[in-house]
């Protein structure tokens, strides 16, 4: 089945600069890669995904990118803030179907004033 | 976007009685949702997928008697916790599959905070 692997674990910034998070996944059949920001205590909310057929997409502050060849993709979010504080989660399933998702372990990212 | 409700927000039972879960698909009609479990400082851990009129698949590990799951209707899923230890205390969070503009992609709800004694 699918595995996952996300880091850091965690990743502390200074307010504005570029924060990276990346993730790895083994099941070649994945094609739809969602991430999710969770603050405490709330519910994962979608802030970006990508498809395979993709490889790259933006979104104001936070960009994805996806290597199908190498099997990872990448978040990426520029002039962070105070407010990007959480916890962040990638993941990989199938597109379509069930849609069986497979999350990675998670990265608290931490915004410095 | 979608929006998805779970009740209780939050829960208090005493070991051995069971609990009751609920999700539901506010503004869409959910044929497949998705149970996860989430420990403190955890990922997600999906539990079972929930599919409309049918019964519930479930992942390798977890007991289907213990976590029971219907899917009655195209707007509600449900969670009873059978016969519920402390060990079964834990944050479970559901999510809808949701068709939008030709995309698919997944709609979490608030989460269920649930505490055995």
């Known amino acids: 089945g699918e595995n996952v692997e996300q880091h850091p674990s965690t990743l502390s910034v200074q307010e504005g600069d570029s924060a990276v998070i990346k993730c790895t996944y083994s099941?070649?059949?994945?094609?739809?890669f969602p991430w999710y920001k969770q603050e405490l205590g709330k519910r994962p909310q979608l802030i970006i995904d990508?498809?395979?057929?993709?490889g790259e997409k933006k979104d104001q502050r936070i960009a994805v990118t996806l290597n199908k060849t190498a099997k990872h993709f990448s978040l990426h979010i520029t002039e962070t803030q105070p407010e990007d504080s959480a916890v962040y989660f990638c993941?990989?399933?199938?597109?379509?179907?069930?849609?069986?998702?497979?999350f990675g372990q998670g990265t608290r990212l931490t915004i410095n004033p | 976007g979608a929006v998805v409700s779970q009740h209780p927000s939050r829960v208090i039972c005493k070991s051995g009685t069971s609990v009751k879960i609920e999700c539901r698909s506010l503004?869409?009609?959910?044929?497949?949702m998705f149970w996860y479990r989430q420990f403190p400082k955890q990922s997600l851990m999906l539990m079972a997928t929930?599919?409309?009129?049918?019964?519930?698949?479930?992942e390798q590990g977890v007991e289907k008697d213990k976590f029971l799951i219907n899917h009655a209707s195209l707007t509600l899923s449900t969670l009873t916790v059978t016969s519920a230890h402390p060990e079964d205390s834990s944050f479970y969070i559901c999510?809808?599959?949701?068709?939008?503009?030709?995309?698919?992609?997944?709609?979490f709800g608030p989460g269920t905070r649930l505490l055995v004694l």
């Open positions: 999510s809808a599959r949701v068709y939008s503009g030709g995309w698919e992609t997944q709609y």
């Open positions: 929930s599919n409309e009129g049918s019964k519930a698949t479930y």
């Open positions: 099941d070649s059949a994945s094609n739809y």
């Open positions: 503004d869409f009609q959910a044929t497949t």
């Open positions: 993941a990989a399933g199938p597109w379509g179907g069930a849609q069986k998702l497979v």
């Open positions: 990508i498809r395979s057929n993709v």
